[in-house]
């Protein structure tokens, strides 16, 4: 058995996100802003004896704490992204800034905690009138710097994300004129193995006798026939189409052929979550905007418990504001240390791009022996791929395949002959 491997041309080792300079500048100026604010909460709080004040502070600082820690990363990844001791980029400080951030948060929610049991022992008097200006303008604090952040936090994709018209993609849908009106052709994929639908404008089309076919033709020189069967209003293929969905298409329809065209983009937003792809996401802004968020929180359950604890004398609503702030922070630090965590360790980052990448190799009798698939960066995957086969075909066939792809960045390819 003979094998040949090959990795990316070029050699670019460059993963950075698509915003990293921008979301580097944002986190410079939220920094400035709780540098300030983390001053006058500590100090507030201690002097007016307000514990969800004081915890609010604390947090504050090592939110102050953590922007640097994330503008470092920013500042470090980019200056050093073409340093060749970085085997594989710089583009996984970001993810380390935030696994570190993701710690910090979970200390100070024991501290937290920690501090609002002990109010609960040991009760002290609070200056409401001057605690409460100061948490609502931690809060203004806060949604400027959640203001600043925003829109990022959630990951930017380099690719092209393309949305959805009612059952099928919008932008893979192509138009025929036939003898029997106007023909929507389009690739349909929502949960299920992608195949073609055809569907006619103005007709539900049952005649069984009109001959119907579609042959595709690959960038590569490879083709593959589809047969249609009906269904409620269209037809679709028997056939699966592989990955990746770049070729042109013969379209059969009676006695005449149509010829149409299809080009690939990015299918990576298929493993969303409840912001984003993880692929994608970039972590470190993530983390920036988690301590805001958290700050918020707590500024609004600081705010909260001196007003019922002025207004009814609930003088323990104040520790308890604190203990419910320290719950949020704990699972909002929880999330990100699991979602960095899995980075990280190089878990795989996306189980769908796996299966397109797999239907990729092996939609022409090709077998796909082993696959390694990982994050290098937001909105860059490194890729390792070894195929048996019995045909003639050298790593660059492969690579073409997974050409489509456009969040593969970095693809090695071993090739090993079947003598079978």
């Known amino acids: 058995m003979n094998s040949t491997t090959s990795e990316s041309d070029g050699h670019s080792h460059v993963f950075l996100g ?23 909460e500590i100090v507030g709080g201690s002097v007016y004896g307000s514990l969800a004040l004081v915890a609010d502070g604390l947090h504050m600082s090592t939110h102050a ?8 990363a920013y500042t470090y990844a980019r200056r050093h992204a073409h340093d060749g ?6 583009g996984k400080f970001g993810d380390l800034a935030g696994f570190s951030s993701a710690i910090v948060l979970a200390m100070i929610a024991l501290l937290i905690g920690y501090e609002a049991i002990a109010r609960f022992l040991s009760p002290v008097p609070i200056h409401f009138a001057e605690a409460i200006p100061i948490a609502v303008v931690g809060l203004g604090v806060n949604i400027v710097s959640a203001w600043l952040l925003s829109g990022d936090h959630h990951g930017h994709s380099h690719g092209h994300d393309h949305g959805h018209a009612d059952d099928h993609h919008a932008d893979e849908v192509r138009q025929v004129a036939t003898d029997r009106g106007v023909a929507e052709l389009s690739i349909f994929e929502e949960g299920v193995p992608p195949r073609f639908r055809l569907a006619f404008a103005n007709q539900v089309l049952t005649d069984s006798d009109y001959p119907m076919g579609l042959e595709t033709l690959r960038p590569d020189g490879t083709r593959k026939w589809f047969h249609f069967t009906q269904n409620d209003g269209y037809w679709e293929s028997i056939e699966t189409i592989p990955e990746p969905h770049e070729f042109n298409v013969s379209l059969q329809l009676g006695s005449v052929k149509h010829e149409v065209t299809f080009e690939e983009h990015s299918h990576d937003h298929a493993a969303h979550d409840s912001h984003s792809s993880t692929a994608h996401r970039d972590n470190n802004i993530r983390s920036a905007y988690i301590h805001v968020m958290a700050d918020a929180a707590v500024s609004v359950l600081a705010i909260t418990g001196l007003v019922l604890a002025r207004s009814f004398g609930w003088m323990w609503m104040d520790p308890v504001a604190g203990i419910i702030g320290a719950l949020v922070i704990a699972n909002w630090s929880l999330g990100l240390l699991r979602d960095t965590g899995r980075i990280l360790l190089d878990m795989n980052p996306d189980e769908r791009m796996t299966n397109q990448v797999r239907n990729a190799i092996e939609s022409d009798g090709d077998r796909l022996v082993d696959l390694h698939l990982w994050r290098l960066g937001p909105g860059h995957l490194g890729a390792v791929v070894s195929v048996v086969t019995s045909n003639s075909r050298d790593c660059e066939f492969y690579r073409a395949r997974l050409k489509g792809f456009r969040s593969l960045s970095h693809v090695t390819v071993e090739v090993k002959k079947n003598a079978a």
């Open 18 to 40: 698509a915003r990293h300079e921008q979301n580097e500048r944002k986190t410079w100026a939220v920094i400035v802003l709780c540098a300030a604010m983390m001053v006058i």
């Open 85 to 90: 001791r970085f085997m594989f980029g710089t």
């Open 65 to 72: 704490g953590a922007m640097l820690i994330a503008a470092l």
